[in-house]
């Protein structure tokens, strides 16, 4: 199994300011990652794949990079309603599997 | 709009079987993509349980494979799970999803677009 380990764990902070989160798989995944922010009581709602392609309707101040086994994604200006838990997810083979999640909480 | 919803016993005793169905509307299944499971236990990360394609073909996470059956049945447009000899730890949100990227027969292993609203099934007796 790849595993997928994201970091930080948690992460506090403030509106308007730029925040980048890690995923780092255990071997390389040749882009096939995936993100996802999940709020309380809802379901993931997919932001980017193929590392850093944005998915129809999630706003620009979202973005991803990286290769290999590191990648990330950047939130470039914090909005309010962007204070969420993030996954990462590798689909380059299964078994399919997810980070353990970030949680970004406002400071 | 491509939607899914769960449905199914939001309690079961342990031992027993967990059976859930997802109810797929606004896209045929027999169209095309792959159809999977994934899980949340409360308070904790996501776990893909298994996928499905219309023609019945089956992909499932090793980690459960010995107790998890997933089913499809194109006339009613929905997928099912069974996973059985359930304990405490298999308590969860259990969520549907479609695969997305590619509708063909060999994209069992994707990232999911569409997704139901999750339904949590708690083991206790």
């Known amino acids: 199994d790849i595993q997928m380990t994201q970091s930080p764990s948690s992460l506090s902070a403030s509106v308007g300011d730029r925040v980048t989160i890690t995923c780092r798989a255990s071997?390389?995944?040749?882009?096939?990652l995936a993100w996802y922010q999940q709020k309380p009581g809802k379901a993931p709602k997919l932001l980017l794949y193929?590392?850093?392609r944005l998915e129809s309707g999630v706003p620009s101040r979202f973005s991803g990079s990286g290769s290999g086994t590191d990648y990330t994604l950047t939130i470039s200006s914090l909005q309010p309603e962007d204070f969420a838990t993030y996954y990462c997810q590798q689909y380059y083979s299964t078994p399919i599997t997810f980070g353990q999640g970030t949680r970004l909480e406002i400071k | 709009q491509v939607q899914l919803q769960e449905s199914g016993p939001g309690l079961v005793k342990p031992s027993e079987t967990l059976s859930l169905t997802c109810a797929v509307s606004?896209?045929?299944?027999?169209?095309?993509?792959?159809w999977g499971w994934i899980r949340q236990p409360p308070g904790k990360g996501l776990e893909w349980i298994g996928s499905i394609y219309h023609s019945g073909s089956t992909y499932y996470n090793p980690s459960l494979k010995s107790r998890v059956t997933i089913s499809v049945d194109t006339s009613k447009n929905q997928f099912s799970l069974k996973l059985s000899s359930v304990t405490a730890a298999d308590t969860a949100v259990y969520y549907c999803a479609r695969l997305g990227n590619c509708s063909g027969g060999s994209c069992y292993s994707e990232y999911f677009d569409y997704w139901g609203q999750g339904t949590l099934v708690t083991v206790s007796s």
């Open positions: 606004g896209y045929s299944i027999s169209s095309g993509y792959y």
């Open positions: 071997q390389g995944i040749s882009n096939s």
């Open positions: 193929a590392a850093s």
